[in-house]
């Protein structure tokens, strides 16, 4: 393989949601009827099945997303068509499931809008809109997403991207109570969905590779006021914060920090932006950490420990917040591998002479699947289910063994998985009939490499990796075709006992959603080319698939109304793959607005086409500079403009193509527009604190020789 391809594979890959009839399911008891409008406690989630409705984000408090609906099975899916479609006014990336209260669907889409919609017709019963400033989208790594809500004591609680968290009146959308969560001078976001558990509601953020300490917050669902929080790293002198988490730290965690490096200045991150579960049996709340803050773990802690909590999987007190046990799953990460994808939680046959266990599971980035004592933490298993090679296996502890290359020098290391992960945000599913966890996996290598140069940033992303190491400073046609090739995706049926896959399903590329499992005997899943799909559970084989039209990556739901069962998923095109892997897709499309698309048997209605005008891809300027001043901006590009514009110059579509935009045609638009801010109410922010107008206008050079490099391949195709 040439150089410039084992060094590019990730390099570029990087920076690549009215009552209800008696449900028919397979416990057909029906549900108490609500006293009051979104009448949800925490009782009614404990004991509903996520049948006749979905309350929470995974379904039940488990997080098994998995329905005991059967109406829609393997016999009946064939006639399963589109009930109603829904515009949510964006182009950015949708990930909400949609949350089904008393025949109402709230759903969230991008930049924290809420919506209420009559769940049977679509029907808009109001819309919320936080008002965010756009230029907050620069402190969003991951596109200015959202996951969705809770709804709990006929309120529905969002976390805003800006940090707010909100409780809105579940029946007029009106603002009851709003918080602030975060200090808002640092790059704190939040993007995932709330939970709810007597009478507080849960709440983390994101942000930590730009530089942020990571915490999860518990407040009082009816006054907004702070219950207890629990931070995920130590402050910088690791002395008390007078926070619950202080005894934690002080037992076991701030001697697996030294007392210098970037964590000292850079919070250490350790966001809590996805995963977190009630374990109502132990009444306790598991959630996931996330990565360190720089991504290196030689600049953020130079005495080379394992840096707690970051990467681990936590559980504490549900009423206290009190610290209980934790297991991490990468430590003194050194590469993104959060431990914030789907934790699941089930009874299982795991112990010694086959007795069972409560246990929690989970498939994080790192690619090891994992089943821990969910009362105690104890680690019960972990193996490989995808292809690896910074590690070999785990030890008789779960600690990974590590290949020694794996720990990245000045030369660059090729990796699976890469930092987008063997499994990222998309929801996991559980079947606990077949004893069956389906992992949307995917394989998006890495070529890792020390930042030589590497100093904190006060706006953009701190890795301490070099992701420009070995790119050609002008790509030729083909590199884009060569890096699609590198990635894989499958739908994996993982069965914890066996500790193998029972099935699996490939997929053309990566980045593919979340999954919904069915009493019904199905699995379904979107995909990256809108291919939403239904799976024999037990099988593997394909029975029904619909165009969404978008991308399906978010997590799908299912619901019944007057006896009739409707499966739902929205729709968007984005997110963290479609911002930085514009290569990823076979050519770059207009984006779509999102959707909430709903099915159900019998259905004929339509998803409406694309309606945006098609790309003038011709350069709309002059090549100039020689080759070292496009390869500095090669470098600069790859810092700053590669996650949100794509690896190469090269966007999917969801923010502009720098390459056909008229503004890389001339220096001062180009300079008006990343120096002085002049679209920064449109999220595109002044980088004038850490960009000169001269490496500003390396960057065009840089653009401008990638469009020029690719009029040969695109000529002609406007």
């Not at 756009?134 to 809500?149: M, Q, S, T």
């Not at 006929?154 to 940090?163: M, T």
């Not at 939970?195 to 915490?215: M, P, S, T």
Request: aromatic share 10%; with cysteine.
């Amino acid at each position: 393989m040439a150089n410039w391809q084992s060094t590019l594979i990730a390099g570029a890959s990087f920076a690549i949601l009215a009552a209800c009839g008696q449900a028919k399911t397979a416990d057909t008891e029906p549900a108490a009827e609500p006293e009051a409008f979104a009448a949800v406690d925490t009782n009614r989630i404990s004991t509903a099945s996520a049948g006749d409705e979905w309350l929470t984000y995974g379904g039940t408090y488990d997080e098994q997303r998995h329905s005991s609906l059967i109406e829609v099975n393997t016999e009946t899916v064939s006639d399963l068509g589109v009930a109603w479609t829904y515009d949510l006014a964006t182009n950015r990336g949708v990930e909400s499931t949609p949350i089904v209260v008393d025949g109402v669907m709230y759903v969230t889409s991008a930049w924290s809008l809420v919506y209420a919609l009559d769940a049977k017709t679509g029907e808009e019963l109001w819309v919320y809109d936080p008002d965010v400033d756009r230029a907050v989208g620069v402190k969003a790594c991951c596109d200015v997403v959202n996951r969705g809500v809770a709804v709990y004591d006929g309120k529905v609680f969002v976390g805003v991207i800006d940090g707010r968290l909100e409780a809105l009146d579940a029946e007029t959308g009106e603002v009851v109570w709003s918080k602030i969560t975060v200090d808002q001078s640092k790059p704190y976001t939040i993007t995932g969905a709330p939970r709810v558990v007597n009478g507080k509601v849960l709440i983390g953020n994101g942000g930590a590779e730009l530089g942020v300490r990571g915490y999860l917050t518990a407040y009082d669902t009816t006054t907004g006021d702070k219950v207890w929080r629990f931070y995920t790293v130590p402050n910088p002198e690791k002395q008390p914060d007078g926070e619950i988490s202080d005894a934690a730290f002080e037992d076991i965690g701030n001697v697996t920090w030294g007392d210098e490096g970037a964590w000292v200045t850079d919070g250490g991150g350790g966001t809590v932006w996805d995963s977190i579960v009630y374990d109502d049996v132990n009444d306790q709340i598991i959630f996931g950490v996330g990565n360190g803050s720089p991504w290196n773990r030689e600049f953020r802690d130079p005495s080379a420990g394992d840096n707690l909590f970051l990467s681990s999987i936590v559980a504490v007190d549900a009423a206290t917040g009190t610290y209980k046990w934790h297991f991490q799953t990468t430590p003194g990460d050194n590469w993104d591998y959060t431990a914030t994808q789907t934790i699941i939680l089930a009874d299982l046959p795991v112990g010694e002479d086959g007795e069972s266990r409560r246990v929690a599971m989970q498939a994080p980035k790192n690619g090891f699947f994992y089943v821990l004592d969910a009362e105690t933490g104890e680690f019960l298993s972990g193996d490989a289910y995808v292809p690896m090679n910074w590690a070999t296996g785990l030890d008789e502890n779960g600690r990974p063994i590590e290949i020694p290359d794996a720990r990245y020098g000045t030369v660059p290391y090729q990796q699976l998985p890469g930092p987008l992960g063997a499994h990222n945000w998309h929801p996991m599913a559980f079947n606990p009939d077949l004893n069956l966890a389906y992992i949307p996996a995917q394989e998006i290598p890495q070529s890792y490499a020390r930042d030589s140069r590497f100093e904190t940033q006060p706006v953009g992303w701190n890795t301490g990796a070099d992701f420009a190491a070995g790119v050609p400073p002008i790509a030729p046609p083909e590199v884009a075709k060569f890096l699609r090739s590198t990635l894989k995706g499958r739908l994996i049926a993982w069965d914890p006992i066996a500790r193998e896959a029972r099935w699996s399903v490939e997929h053309d590329n990566a980045w593919n959603g979340g999954v919904l499992s069915t009493a019904g005997g199905l699995v379904f899943q979107g995909k990256l080319n809108g291919d939403f799909a239904a799976y024999d559970a037990a099988t593997g084989d394909k029975l029904w698939s619909h165009d969404l039209k978008s991308g399906g990556a978010s997590g799908p739901g299912t619901f019944m109304i007057d006896g009739e069962q409707y499966v739902t998923i929205t729709t968007g095109w984005g997110s963290a793959f479609g911002l930085s892997a514009g290569f990823a897709y076979d050519e770059t499309v207009p984006s779509t607005v999102g959707k909430v698309v709903t099915f159900k048997l019998g259905g004929t209605g339509e998803i409406a086409d694309p309606d945006f005008p098609m790309i003038d891809k011709t350069p709309k300027g002059e090549a100039f500079g020689d080759e070292a001043l496009i390869a500095e901006g090669a470098v600069h590009y790859a810092r700053n403009c590669t996650v949100c514009h794509g690896p190469l110059a090269v966007s999917s579509g969801v923010l502009p193509d720098l390459r056909w935009s008229a503004i890389s045609g001339h220096a001062e638009s180009f300079k008006g527009v990343v120096i002085d801010g002049n679209l920064a109410a449109n999220g595109m922010v002044s980088f004038a604190d850490h960009l000169t107008p001269e490496e500003v206008e390396s960057i065009r050079a840089y653009v401008l020789a990638q469009a020029h490099a690719a009029v040969p391949a695109d000529a002609g195709d406007n």
